[in-house]
């Protein structure tokens, strides 16, 4: 009797597994071609606005992946899948490239300067190749490194703390920027904050979506900032959507703000084209605007 139910059980179980699995290592192998293949896979850019001039100053890279079955998809579908596979390691690399040509390209065309972030995954981080590869493609490329910023997440950084202060003090000395991605949501270990030689924090879209609504988000949020400046770096706000969100964040001190507000991540085309006609956020929206007039 009981044998039976167990087989009950796995008769029952066994073949949503496997069509789980079987879906997965399709969607790997399709992803291992797209990476041999090199059309499938596209950079989209989103602009991220100084709040202290509202201008245009830097965008954050994100991968698309316009899959010939299944449309264009998002990071969420297959960037745990690459890391699992150790295709985040070439994926990895296209990115970086990528991400460095366009921003060569656009500093040749002459369009304002802008920084070009470009989000490293855990497993990238703390592979022994990073500094070389990364070094190699800022001297295939000829981006000046200023322009180039990389976003880790705590997790990344806290997987062997010490090692990461190291390489931090290499991409710095390189003049790479580097940026603490979704600050708020993983270890926030202040202890290291102190010691991590990094250029600024990106508020979590979690502390920025209920910003209007929810006064806990806000007094995280304006306590953020206000740290972030006291350690002497700059704070990007994520997720920005509404006027609101924007003016509660601008009145907190926020340097940048990233988010549908000001624009969606867009191909490089798209945002070319955003470049030469100038974004300009009016004064009233900008930072330090005195509302009191
Ligand atoms: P992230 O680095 O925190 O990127 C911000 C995400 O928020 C992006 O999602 C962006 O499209 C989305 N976003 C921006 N503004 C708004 C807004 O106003 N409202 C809302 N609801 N969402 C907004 P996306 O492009 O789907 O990327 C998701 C995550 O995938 C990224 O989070 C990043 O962790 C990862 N990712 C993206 N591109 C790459 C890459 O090239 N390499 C690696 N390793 N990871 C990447
Ligand atoms: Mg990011
Ligand atoms: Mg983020
Ligand atoms: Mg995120």
Same mark, same amino acid.
């Given at each position: 009797q009981a044998i039976n139910e167990q087989n009950k059980s796995y008769e029952l179980y066994t073949p949503r597994l496997s069509s789980q699995a079987r879906e997965r290592l399709a969607l790997e192998s399709d992803l291992r071609m797209a990476l041999n293949q090199g059309t499938q896979l596209e950079l989209f850019y989103q602009p991220q606005i100084d #709040?202290?001039? *509202? +201008? =245009?100053t830097g965008v954050e890279s994100l991968i698309r992946w316009r899959h010939p079955l299944h449309g264009l998809l998002s990071p969420a579908r297959f960037i745990s899948l690459a890391e699992q596979s150790g295709l985040i390691s070439p994926l990895g690399d296209w990115v970086l490239q990528t991400a460095c040509l366009q921003g060569l390209s656009w500093e040749r065309a002459g369009l304002p300067p802008i920084t070009i972030a470009v989000n490293l995954s855990a497993r990238q981080f703390n592979e022994p190749r990073l500094m070389a590869t990364v070094q190699a493609v800022l001297e295939a490329s *000829? #981006?000046? !490194?200023?322009r180039l910023e990389l976003e880790l997440t705590e997790s990344a950084t806290m997987q062997d703390p010490e090692k990461t202060i190291a390489i931090l003090r290499q991409l710095r000395e390189l003049g790479i920027q580097v940026a603490i991605d979704?600050?708020?949501? *993983?270890?926030?270990n202040f202890n290291y904050l102190k010691r991590f030689p990094v250029d600024k924090l990106k508020l979590d879209q979690s502390f920025v979506s209920e910003l209007t609504a929810d006064p806990d988000d806000l007094a995280i949020s304006r306590a953020v900032i206000a740290m972030a400046h006291q350690l002497r770096l700059g704070v990007v706000a994520e997720g920005v959507e509404t006027e609101g969100q924007l003016a509660l964040l601008a009145a907190a001190g926020c340097d940048t703000i990233q988010g549908y507000y000001v624009g +969606? !991540? =867009?191909p490089a085309v798209d945002l070319t084209q955003l470049l030469q006609n100038g974004v300009n956020l009016p004064p009233e929206k900008r930072r330090g605007y005195s509302r009191t007039l």
């Open positions: #709040l202290a001039n *509202g +201008r =245009m *000829g #981006l000046d !490194p200023h979704d600050f708020g949501t *993983g270890y926030s +969606r !991540p =867009m």
